[in-house]
DNA sequence: CTGTTAGCGCTTTCAT
DNA sequence: ATGAAAGCGCTAACAG
């Protein structure tokens, strides 16, 4: 079942259904409409390894994730995949599990299927291996991660301004003693958003105290480890904000078990909106990091750079806001 | 960047260079070490999309979803990508956000993609899609949907297990008035959970009490909803099992809602065991279907049709397990 | 406007 | 054990 057989079928050349397939303009309507019917008699589509290999794009995707299983991830993924699908590009997804030597293995695959592009999104990237997909020229976006000219693309996320906004929240809610605690130190995305909370608190005159900026792993238990030393202060927050939701969840399990309530006693602010945030009890409030815009943004730099808009921008920022729900009240 | 210039550089044919990669028995030694020694030193890996054109074999499997997004998929996604990825498949993903339209859309993908397999998990599957499949003997493996013979294989979930499982925990815990939160009866998979339910029931010589057996949809609203009408009941439940993981997450808000505590109050199971279960407030005891060896399991059965182990099963069961949290205590 | 033909990169007879 | 050459299904010159 090849374009032989439509050929034959049309009573064309093959060369007239490629051209139909490919709608190019000088094929006679009449003639077009000939090879059409057989290629719906016939069922027919063309073959895209064919065609790949011929004009030498894939019509695929890469997009290097750390772990779909890290609840950040299904909406980014599913963003993704929707803006290529509508395209008729596929996409083929890597996990890196947090280790270089998946990432270079994922990068090999990527290499190997022939992408016409990658996306990545994985906490710490390192640009040796990076640098292979540069050298083969292959439209790279980094999320999130990376610096400008590292990559073809860079999408930066604006961790500030929904961190300035949670802050603002809080204190128009009257609390002074607001407590962060924050990620991985060892994690740049962390760091900027322990900067941006401490930098938001000094923004309003307050001083931040040391004491209550914890450190801790991004992770549930270390959240509510992190909470507990929190809760043993002897002057303790009225209100905490975690560097990312699963933080957050871990804090608020260690807010009950010290026998206090959200909002009651203590307000709660999270960080990334993951798709739990708005089940917990009661519901989160948190800064939501749009996986969605994110995931778009990444297609059509990639798009871009891949028909060569020269002009094309190589940098793209998007925002991070506030979502109010039901952890905060005025104290 | 070709088997051409390997050749050249190895002084062989690219007959030879071939037979190398493909780990043919009769190439001399010496001549496959000159060869490897070239690939590495070219850095040269083969197109898998000339090879797919030649052998018609694309090494890559299609998945079908209902959605990603669905924290049930994420653990299903991963363990068939590892699953594929380890034995040099890749995998393109289709969500059919559970309309049929779309579900077309994603076989015609896979079809175009020339997949050597695809395993199908969503809620409801139209046969006369799968037809195509069949059709065009594109092995296809059906997870819990279908019958036998309406694919070339099915992975049939086992609920009564767990089920049973989990009313005999209640049972043993001393509730007798224990309610289940249904799911959509056109839903088959959440018919058979009640009926499981019921049979279990009954099997403990307790009749179900038709005021216990409510309708939901298997979100979290719904749960909560359906929580909600259960704790009007004059005479009301003890403990409250649920078709799923988000019905018992919305059950637990409106338990909370109502001035009630889990498990002081009402005992309360899940289902599924979504990765979320065990971050709510407490952890939520519920029945777990391991995505991992779900999506092994459909994997080896792709593979097995593959390479047409003839006397390969076509019809396989992973069972389910009750996992003892939180959320259930003594009467 | 349409057909002929030469590859794209690889595997696989068929010779040798 | 190795090479020559045909061909997988398609596109893109080039002719006409």
Known sequence: MSIKEVARRAKVSTATVSRTLNNSPDVRPHTAEKVRQAIAELNYYPNTHARTLVSGRSR??????????????????RGFED?????????????????????AHCIRRMLERKVDGVAIMTSETDPALLEELVRRKVPTALLDTGKAGEASAVIHIDYAHGIQQAVKHLMALNHRRIAFIAGPPELPSARTRREAFVAGIES????????????SDHKIEGGAAAMTRLLKLSHRPTAVMASNDLSAIGALGAIYEAGLRVPDDISLVGFDD????????????????????????????????????????????????LVVRSSTRAV
Chains 1, 2 share one sequence.
């Open 60 to 77: 695929i995707f890469g997009l290097i994730i750390s772990d779909i299983t890290n609840p950040f991830f299904p909406d980014l993924v």
């Open 83 to 103: 803006a290529a699908v509508h395209r008729g590009q596929e996409v083929i997804i890597g996990n890196t599990d947090y280790n270089p030597r998946r990432m």
């Open 204 to 215: 309003h005159g307050t001083k931040m105290d040391p004491a209550l900026l914890v450190e």
């Open 274 to 321: 993951i798709s739990f945030a708005h089940l917990t009890q009661p519901p989160l409030t948190t800064v939501r990091v749009s996986r969605s815009q994110l995931a778009e943004t990444a297609f059509h730099a990639l798009e871009g750079l891949l028909h060569g808009h020269g002009e094309s921008r190589r940098d793209y920022s998007i925002t991070t806001q």
